[in-house]
């Protein structure tokens, strides 16, 4: 079943074809990077201007990668949740028209879900190994940060989420601070490299001193607008030198990724989960991959990262994860809802099939 996927939630304009859930045979993405870097973050009406006039060549350069035409497309899905209203507006109103032109299934997806459907597109004999359940999942993105615990029947459980900013955020805002452009993880990841991360002592946020958490209730939530603050009193009034930058930058990604490795530890040793999972834009970050991978592999369990090409916004993933929808008989009526918010009940979701754990 080839399904094209439509992504419009936030600032990447992205159209794929996917062949049963797995098969990758386009993901066509154009990306709105420069139109909002001068304002320090995506602006929403501009965002969907864009997406407006995107959206048209985007579908041609998909399904010329695909070597299809419109003919050939099984069903249509797209993001309908969560995001930017006006931008899921524009994906959602194309995606209408064109499943009613062809006569095809429509279904809306969730774009958190989608995120994680994206670390297993590439890895889908992962899903069918009973001995990996519960798989924990870290979704890290400018919009979300979660731990989500993904039994082998595919009923899921929130463990962890932030309180305040999510970890992208944390990276774009800490961007905008030191006027480095939007968005902050890449560039920060890139100068964070030179960097001694040792520089700084930036608060773990939500961490006791021991690593112990400081509250039960919190023992996986995250709160990163702490160590935002810490950074904007530490350059406040100065001039760094590009070592001091790269210094600066080093210490308060480590604070960052720190907390999400060492949380999303914690709360696999807890679940007694085999197999962790990072996904989203900020799971592209170099240093959260290294550490994550060697973290897990120290506590004796398996790691998939997203490969970063599905970490960041994408249709591929969105595309992937309807096969398992429509294979399950889920549709999505013509007036389906667009909502902005995460609702954090997910449900049980339905590429997962390894009844039991
Ligand atoms: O998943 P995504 O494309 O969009 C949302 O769903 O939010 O994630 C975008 C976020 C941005 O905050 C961006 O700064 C962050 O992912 N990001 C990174 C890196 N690449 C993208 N953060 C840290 N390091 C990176 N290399
Ligand atoms: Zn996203």
Redesign the pocket.
Known sequence: MDILGIET??D?TSVAVVRDGCEILSNAVASQISLHARYGGVVPELAAREHLTAIGPVLNQALEQAGKDLHGIDAVAVTNQPGLVPSILIGVSFARGLALALDCSLIGIN?FVA?IYGAFIQKAEALTVSENFPVLALVV????TALVLIRGDGRTSILGRTLDD????A??KAAKILCLGY????V??RLARDGDPESHGFPRSLMGKTGKPLRPENRFNFSFSGVKTSLLYAVRDRTLTDGELRDTVAAYQAAIVDVLVEKTIMAAEDSNAPLIVIC???A???S?RKKMENAVRDSGRRLIAAPPAL???NAAMVGGLAFHYLRAGAKSAQDLKIIAKLDYDLGTIPFVSCSGK
């Open positions: 939630s936030c990447e774009h995120h993105s400018g919009g979300h999510a970890a992208g955020e990276f774009d968005p902050g993880g890449p920060i990841d989203g834009g900020v592209c970050n170099s959260l970490c960041t916004d």
